[in-house]
Every structure is written in structure tokens, then in C-alpha cells.
């Protein structure tokens, strides 16, 4: 089956439910992320874009400027809500990392269904951590990030570190639920693209089944 018609089956299936992507940084997520919503007509919400945006308290900058994660108590008050906004009703969502501190999966599957976005699927991008570093060390090469202020090294080790201890957990429980899909992310853009595709329409075809 070609890509046009396995989205069609996806784009069905999805309704106005949710994806969540996950990986470690420089691992895609932006990238695939907004191909993939533009594809499935999908809003597209970064739980780091939210916190980066205007009016964020200095405390929750503070944090952010560390590399660190934001506490689970304040990032729920913050996050979640923004789901049932208006502009994002009667369409799906795709998230990008929401919901990165172990336990708050359990917000983030209870707040998608309470918002008519039921979490259908979650995507790991998979990457070493020898890939992650030979990655920021080509930034001044490649320049498709923009100034980001959390690129430094030292923030980027505290991320990985933070990952490892925090997110990984989120991750395997996702696992646990059945929600949740390994993608190889060191291959090409399209490669990586591909395979959510695939991935995703297998997903599809096992619930419709």
C-alpha cells in the first residue's frame, strides 16, 4: 500500500486522538514532528515550546536554562490545560514530548481523553548518545535550529542525564500500556519519516482489525 492511502487509513483511525513523540535531543523530534501534522492536519504542541513561550514565569525559565525539568506539579499547571484549548477542537494532536518527568504519562492520558484526544500512539526516536553529540558538534555546519540558548554542551549533557533518569521511565511504561513504537532515528529524515508511517499505519490496521 503507498504512503497516500496508509495515511488515509491513519488519519482515520486517529480521529481527533493524539500522538507523543519522544527521543533524546537532536533526535528529529521537530522535524518529524511537523511533517507529521501537517499530514494527519494535525496541531502540533511542543511541551518545551509552551514553556519557552511568552509569560512564562523567571522560576520555569530558570530551570529550563539549566537543561533541567520543570517539577511535575508546576508542568501539569502549566501543560496540560493548554489541551482543550478551543483552537485545537475537532482535530488531532501531535505532541512533542509532553509529559517528559516519570508519572505524568498518567496526566498526559488522562488530560488527552478528557480533552477529546485520546492518546492513540507514542513514538521513541532512538539514538545513541555518541550520535546526539556528533550532532550538536555539526550545528555550525548545518544551522537548522536557530539560536536556541539550551545548545550548549553543558546543557546538553545535564538533558541526557536528565532523560536517562526521568523520561526513560515515561517511556517504558508507555511500553507497559502497549502505546508505544521504537524508531531507529539515526537514519535519514525520510527513512525516519517512513517508518513512523509504517509503524503508525500498523497500529491502524491492528485496532481496526
Known amino acids: 500500500m503507498d504512503n497516500e492511502n496508509k495515511i488515509k487509513l491513519i488519519k482515520q483511525w486517529l480521529a481527533t486522538g493524539s500522538i507523543n513523540i519522544f527521543g ?3 533526535a528529529g523530534k521537530d522535524t518529524q514532528g511537523k511533517i507529521l501534522a501537517i499530514e494527519l492536519n494535525a496541531s502540533l504542541i511542543g511541551g518545551g515550546d509552551i514553556l519557552r513561550s511568552n509569560g512564562m514565569p523567571e522560576h520555569i525559565k530558570d530551570y529550563m ?7 511535575t506539579d508546576e508542568y501539569v499547571s502549566i501543560v496540560i490545560p493548554y489541551l482543550s484549548r478551543e483552537g485545537f477542537t475537532g482535530k488531532p494532536i501531535v505532541l512533542n514530548s509532553v509529559g517528559r518527568w516519570h508519572g505524568e504519562e498518567d496526566y498526559v492520558v488522562h488530560a488527552t481523553k478528557a480533552s477529546n484526544h485520546p492518546l492513540k500512539a507514542v513514538i521513541e526516536l532512538k539514538l545513541s548518545e555518541d550520535i546526539v553529540i556528533q550532532r550538536w558538534q555539526e550545528l555550525p555546519k ?4 536557530g539560536n536556541r540558548y539550551d545548545d550548549t554542551r553543558e546543557i546538553l549533557e545535564n538533558r541526557l542525564k536528565q532523560y536517562k533518569e526521568k523520561t526513560q521511565p515515561v517511556i517504558e511504561n508507555y511500553k507497559s500500556m502497549g502505546l508505544c513504537t521504537t524508531i531507529d532515528a539515526s537514519k535519514s529524515r525520510e527513512s525516519v519519516h517512513e517508518d513512523i508511517i509504517n509503524a503508525l499505519y500498523n497500529l491502524a490496521s491492528r485496532d481496526e482489525a
Not at 536554562?65 to 517539577?71: D, I, K, R, V
Not at 548545518?142 to 535550529?145: A, E, F, K, L, V
Open 65 to 71: 536554562l539549566t537543561g533541567e525539568l520543570t517539577p
Open 24 to 26: 533524546l535531543p537532536f
Open 142 to 145: 548545518i544551522q537548522d535550529r
